[in-house]
């Protein structure tokens, strides 16, 4: 029987205790406070980076790992002994994909399969744990890679961000932008879809975010997986799982810190959704953004 194990990055959020029960491979991606170089869930936990991200009068950066970091942890889970199935975010939103198709090519034609899945956060984790479990079970190469082929279409995150200082410290907007949404407190709301980051709706107060998450993640259910994201906002994460959990009877709903690589984007406060749409072949998910 052909053994496979599954790889990813630290963006996927996967809980640690998920990683070690399904033996996921990770490979850390760096944050970098001046000088300073941290590896992700490593060096630094999700808490101390977003205290310091408030702190901070110089604009953090993220780094992706090199090509020899991804050989290392691809040898460290029994390449090339055993094939890989590496599992990253999508070409236009990070490298790492491509990075992860490099290191690939250090080993012997397809042991390692690099996948860009489109999702970020926990819509890429929920498919590396769906690829993981696959894995243990003794699926193969091949099934395990048309399984997450299946799974992206119905893979969906939804966020809204409490601010726009931090889109526009790291580049992202204008500061005219940043000023008039400042001015109008406007909560700009998104969500990825295969690949691309769609503007999704702009509300006015917390309430409303939180109310409007609620009522897009409804409309999507049934639902397979679910899990709440937030960037240190841990009392409304936590409100925010409780009017879900409803929407996910058969599947534990998780919180998590999302990535630093977001993180410095959108600052704390934070909050959004990642799920798996249940598979329904009669009405394929589409994005709420046209």
């Not at 963006?11 to 170089?37: C, K, M, R, W």
């Not at 999700?46 to 691809?74: K, M, N, Q």
């Not at 109008?184 to 690949?195: H, Q, T």
Request: hydrophobic share 45%; net charge neutral.
């Amino acid at each position: 029987m052909e053994s496979v194990k599954i790889v990813t990055d630290s963006t996927a959020d996967i809980p640690d205790d998920l990683v070690e029960e399904l033996g996921i491979g990770v490979v850390h991606d760096y944050i970098n406070f001046g000088i300073q170089s941290l590896r992700d869930k490593v060096d630094i936990s999700r808490s101390e980076f977003y205290a310091r991200l408030l702190i901070e009068s110089e604009v953090p950066t993220t780094a992706a790992p090199g090509v020899g970091e991804f050989e290392r942890v691809y040898r460290s889970v029994g390449a090339p002994e055993v094939s890989i199935i590496s599992l990253h975010p999508p070409t236009n939103l990070s490298v790492l994909y491509n990075t992860a198709h490099l290191a690939a090519q250090s080993f012997p034609k397809g042991r390692v399969t690099a996948i860009d899945t489109g999702q970020i956060s926990m819509g890429l984790g929920w498919l590396v744990i769906a690829a993981a479990k696959a894995a243990q079970a003794g699926a193969s190469v091949a099934r395990i890679v048309d399984l997450v082929r299946s799974m992206q279409p119905r893979a969906r995150v939804l966020a809204v961000l409490d601010t726009l200082k931090f889109l526009r410290r790291s580049g992202r907007v204008s500061w005219a932008q940043a000023l008039v949404g400042a001015l109008l407190r406007i909560k700009p709301m998104l969500e990825v879809y295969e690949g691309q980051i769609l503007p999704l709706d702009r509300v006015r107060t917390g309430r409303r975010a939180m109310d409007r998450l609620v009522e897009l993640t409804a409309a999507m259910s049934p639902l397979e997986s679910l899990a709440v994201l937030h960037s240190a906002w841990y009392t409304g994460a936590e409100e925010l799982r409780r009017r879900l959990v409803h929407l996910c009877p058969n599947s534990p709903v998780l919180t998590v810190d999302v990535t630093p690589v977001i993180g410095v984007h959108v600052g704390p406060n934070a909050l959004g959704v990642a799920a798996i749409v249940a598979l329904d072949p009669l009405d394929p998910p589409a994005p709420f953004a046209g």
